[in-house]
């Protein structure tokens, strides 16, 4: 971890643009694996410390952000191919803004709604999705990926847009702590209600930063160090 540190600091001290690209390709999606992920994405994790791949996090649509609930990328599950089948329905469910996506990243993490072979919408889930050859880095058939070009600033980021045209990734793909699809197209979740998914992400999140009470004469104490808690 010391050594990690003082990698960042000396890169910062050289671009900080660098130093965002290596966060952005390596440590963010080490946290999403860690958060969201399973043993079966454990060849992701040693890929990304071996420095084979990269990603970049792909939420951002053209006609939607912070309403998340409302992005329209679909990943469709194929019971004959054992796949998951994004596409991208109009350019205005393209994903945009992705830092590394431009020109960098060989794979993306992709926020789409998961539909089951019944037509049912399950929501909001994340996909490893694989998008250049990391040899070359040119796009896979039924990948379209373009750079944003110059910005106003962090001109040293390759923001980027891409699109799916029913593109297939494998069904392990699919980042399944919180709901996953069984063989045979079946959404399972230890919530019944998808609500819970999400709150009980941000109840933990809050309690490990919510600080109150604590021995005397000392400082206060994070609500999740509490027994009861």
């Known amino acids: 971890m010391f050594?990690?540190?003082v990698l960042n600091n000396v890169i910062s001290l050289y671009d900080w643009s660098l130093l965002a690209r290596k966060s952005l390709l390596i440590e963010f999606p080490?946290?999403?694996f860690l958060g969201l992920g399973t043993d079966r994405h454990r060849k992701f994790i040693n890929s990304l410390m071996n420095r084979e791949i990269g990603f970049a996090f792909c939420?951002?649509?053209i006609?939607?952000?912070s309403n998340t609930k409302a992005l329209r990328t679909e990943a469709r599950y194929d019971i004959e191919s054992e796949s998951f089948i994004l596409h991208t329905p109009d350019f205005e469910a393209a994903k945009c803004w992705a830092g590394c996506l431009g020109k960098t990243a060989s794979h993306c993490l992709v926020f789409a709604q998961l539909y089951t072979p019944d037509g049912v919408c399950h929501g909001l889930h994340n996909?490893?999705?694989p998008v250049r050859d990391p040899q070359t880095l040119q796009p896979y058939p039924g990948v379209t990926i373009f750079d944003m070009g110059?910005?106003?600033g962090l001109n040293?980021?390759?923001n980027g847009v891409i699109m799916f045209n029913h593109y297939k990734i494998p069904r392990e793909n699919l980042l399944n702590k919180t709901g996953d699809v069984t063989v045979d197209g079946k959404y399972v979740s230890p919530f019944k209600d998808p609500s819970k998914r999400f709150a009980l992400t941000i109840s933990i999140r809050y309690s490990?930063?919510?600080r109150q009470f604590g021995p005397e004469n000392q400082g206060e104490i994070p609500v999740l160090e509490y027994p009861l808690q």
């Open 63 to 65: 006609s939607h952000g």
């Open 156 to 158: 040293g980021m390759d």
């Open 30 to 32: 080490m946290g999403a």
């Open 150 to 152: 110059a910005k106003i």
């Open 59 to 61: 939420l951002t649509e």
């Open 3 to 5: 050594q990690h540190r």
């Open 208 to 210: 490990a930063v919510r």
């Open 127 to 129: 996909f490893v999705t």
